[in-house]
């Protein structure tokens, strides 16, 4: 199959390949832990990452053993504790930047601080957004709403000092991630944001956008691949039903965030986050 593909290639392009045989894979079903053997493809290629032969990690495998071969081969990025999928979805305002869409299902309250700081860093870094307006999903608006871990979560940000001219604007509910109107800055949990991503996507789908493009998308694009920000390098995540298209636009979204340097970017723009004021 590796011969197939490169030799369709152009001989300038088939130089700068680099085929890397690993003897297994990470099957859907199995563990999240299953990304830290060194014998699957996905860990083979955290470690090409790790070692400077490889730039960017693009999977379209199972996210859980990404993010574990990810953390594992990458590393984490200094002073976050868990890292965050972000995916940009099309708000009728602007470009809307959700996380966290999968990566961590079960999370505290100081994740939530941290994503919101890492979100910051990529709506400024990547989208452009000079000031982000951050809010925090629940289900209604006012104070105190919602479960024990976004009211937790509300009172920390409300004081929590946000870097990068950022601000948090407080609760949002579902219909305004669409419209964008609020924040352009979305955090919650993996459970919840998965939800909600794949609910925008059969959304759009039905309504006949193409949903295909992985990078920032237009009014009728829903994103089909996520960058993994918490890490220190390039790390793409696309559907687990993408095809050759998806795939080729995950790709362009990591050699974008490659070319604008993202972790370094983030990393400069958002400082570190401050565990230790955030509660549990």
Known sequence: MADEVTAALDTSTRERVEVLVADQYVAMAEPAAR?????????????AV?????????????????????????????????????????GAAGPVLLLDVGAGMEVRPVD????????????RAILGVPAPRVGLLSVGSEP?????????TERTLRTYPLPAQSRYVGLVEGDEVISGAR???????????N???KGVEAAIATAGGSGRHASVPSSS????????????????????AAGGGDIASGIALAAHLVRADMP????SVSGSAKPAEVPW
């Open 264 to 267: 370094r970017r983030i990393g």
């Open 50 to 90: 790790a070692a400077g032969r490889a730039q960017g990690l693009v999977s379209a495998g199972a996210s859980g053993a990404t993010v574990t071969a990810a953390v594992i081969g990458i590393g984490r990025t200094p002073g976050f504790r868990r890292p965050a999928l972000a995916a940009v979805l099309p």
């Open 195 to 197: 939800v909600l991503l």
């Open 144 to 152: 105190g709403k919602g479960d024990r871990l976004r009211r937790a």
């Open 221 to 240: 694009d829903a994103p089909r691949g996520a960058a993994l920000l918490g890490v220190a390098g390039t790390v793409v995540v696309c559907h687990g």
């Open 35 to 47: 990304g830290a053997d060194h014998a699957t493809t996905i860990a083979a290629a955290a470690s």
């Open 112 to 123: 939530l601080v941290q994503h919101a700081v890492l979100g910051v860093g990529y709506a």
């Open 183 to 193: 924040a352009d800055v979305v955090v919650t949990d993996g459970f919840t944001g």
